[in-house]
């Protein structure tokens, strides 16, 4: 009986231990963690829920009001900024922009790139609606061509263009990797498709450099923006990027956007290796 009474004191004292060390651990730092992983649960959710409802195009009046927004100073400094990246990689004769909406970074490569062809595409007859009076009011914009057209089902030939451009539209893809595999079909060997998105987590450096350009008000915005939509993050879009044909080159930051760098890699046939070797 003393035994039994013993050992039970024991259990109950081991027991305290063991809580006792739990809420140790549950400090400042651990409490945090926790909300964090919470809230980020509880955004995924809502994320996916919200999925379901977000258009893959957007139609009118989203066009109008989209237009509107995006022609804002911190949209059109990330149209410039954009434009200067893509020039970047060579002077490409013909560059695909997919999913142009109103067309205002076609007009910032125009001007960067005025030997380019330049053809953009949209699911929405509304956008490139809003796109074709966009360059109309622009006169240097006569070699910019907008269609109606799917990403998931191009209308071009094998190989068409050097350079695939997309900002801000792949997160309304219902089918991100057959969208990515069309991008690949079209692109000559050797090209590069750049992926530009808001990702729903910032690196603290490039939610600094927003704020000491934009001001807190406008990163407010983007991250309550990042609840609603449907944002990859980072790591998402690599491995997105890797289920497709493309070679995953990285994944940087342009301002506020996060761009996937993806490229065809080159076959070489069986004598073109042979004649490499040599
Ligand atoms: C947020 S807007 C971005 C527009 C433009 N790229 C920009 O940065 O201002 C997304 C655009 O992608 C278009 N889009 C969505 N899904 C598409 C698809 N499957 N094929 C082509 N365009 C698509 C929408 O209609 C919309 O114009």
Redesign the pocket.
């Known amino acids: 009986m003393r035994w039994k009474m013993g050992s039970t004191l024991d259990l109950v004292q081991s027991s305290i231990k063991v809580y006792s060390h739990t809420f140790y651990l549950l400090s400042k730092n651990h409490v945090r963690i926790l909300i964090n992983v919470g809230l980020s649960k509880m955004r995924s959710r809502l994320q996916q829920f919200m999925k379901q409802f977000h258009p893959?195009?957007?139609p009118w009046p989203g066009s109008l009001l989209?237009n509107a927004v995006?022609s804002t100073e911190i949209f059109r400094q990330h149209y410039e900024l954009v434009a200067h990246d893509v020039a970047n990689y060579g002077k490409a004769e013909c560059i695909l922009d997919?999913?142009?909406?109103?067309g205002?970074?076609l007009i910032a490569m125009q001007k960067l790139l005025p030997e380019t062809r330049l053809v953009g595409?949209?699911?929405?007859s509304a956008?490139v609606a809003q796109a074709r009076r966009n360059l109309e009011k622009c006169r240097q914009a006569s070699q910019i061509e907008v269609r109606v057209?799917?990403?998931?089902a191009l209308p071009f030939a094998d190989e068409e263009f050097r350079c695939v451009v997309?900002?801000?539209?792949l997160h309304?893809?219902k089918d991100p990797i057959q969208?990515l595999s069309e991008a690949h079909r079209v692109l000559k060997p050797g090209g590069y498709a750049l992926i530009y998105d808001l990702v729903r987590e910032m690196p603290n450096a490039v939610r600094k450099d927003i704020r000491d350009r934009f001001g807190s008000f406008r990163l407010g915005l983007l991250w309550l923006h990042s609840f609603e939509e449907p944002f990859l993050n980072a790591e998402e879009m690599e491995t997105l990027g890797r289920m497709t044909d493309f070679m995953v080159v990285r994944t940087r930051f342009t301002g506020a956007l996060c761009c996937l760098v993806l490229r065809k890699t080159i076959i070489l046939t069986t004598n073109q290796t042979q004649m490499a070797n040599q």
């Open positions: 893959e195009g957007i989209y995006s997919i999913g142009s909406g109103p205002h970074l595409v949209d699911i929405s956008m057209a799917d990403a998931n997309s900002t801000g539209s309304h893809w969208a």
